[in-house]
């Protein structure tokens, strides 16, 4: 038995929708077994399907195939999570800096500290950058 690759990343909830699951393998986003995977490229047990998502690359290992969406308690029938913890808590990082926390009735941030937060954010991805000459 055999599963096509968008039907199954659908399936285990790696995406939204089908047609996303097809279109992030149209454009290389998905490979299995390091290989460029087509939509209607059919999966073995075993295989290991990376799906990059910017900021990191999810790792999955095939465990059954399927062809039904999944409920979410269920997914881990189906697939093992093999991304790495250095690239979860990259993701937790980048998410932590995009989202600055602002008091209740503050409004939305004006211009200047709407630059302000972009220079930050810049400075703390950018590793070549002086920090003598940053200001904050």
């Known amino acids: 038995m055999s599963s096509r690759t968008d039907k199954w990343l659908w399936a285990v909830r790696i995406f939204k929708t089908r047609s996303e699951a097809?279109?992030?393998c149209k454009h290389n986003k998905v490979l299995v077994?390091?290989?460029p995977a087509k939509p209607a490229r059919e999966l073995k047990l075993g295989d290991i399907v990376t799906v990059k998502r910017q900021p990191i690359e999810y790792k999955y290992k095939v465990l059954n195939l399927i062809e039904n969406r999944q409920p979410a308690k269920n997914v881990p029938?189906?697939?093992e999570n093999l991304t790495s913890p250095e690239e979860l808590e990259n993701l937790k990082l980048q998410r932590s800096t995009i989202f600055v926390k602002r008091d209740k009735g503050m409004g939305r941030p004006s211009k200047?500290?709407?630059?302000?937060?972009?220079?930050?954010n810049e400075h703390l991805f950018n590793d070549d950058s002086d920090d003598e000459n940053f200001e904050l």
């Not at 200047?112 to 930050?120: A, C, H, P, S, V």
Request: aromatic residues 12%; without cysteine; negative net charge.
């Open 33 to 35: 077994n390091e290989i």
């Open 112 to 120: 200047k500290e709407r630059r302000d937060m972009l220079d930050f």
């Open 22 to 24: 097809a279109e992030a």
């Open 77 to 79: 029938l189906y697939a």
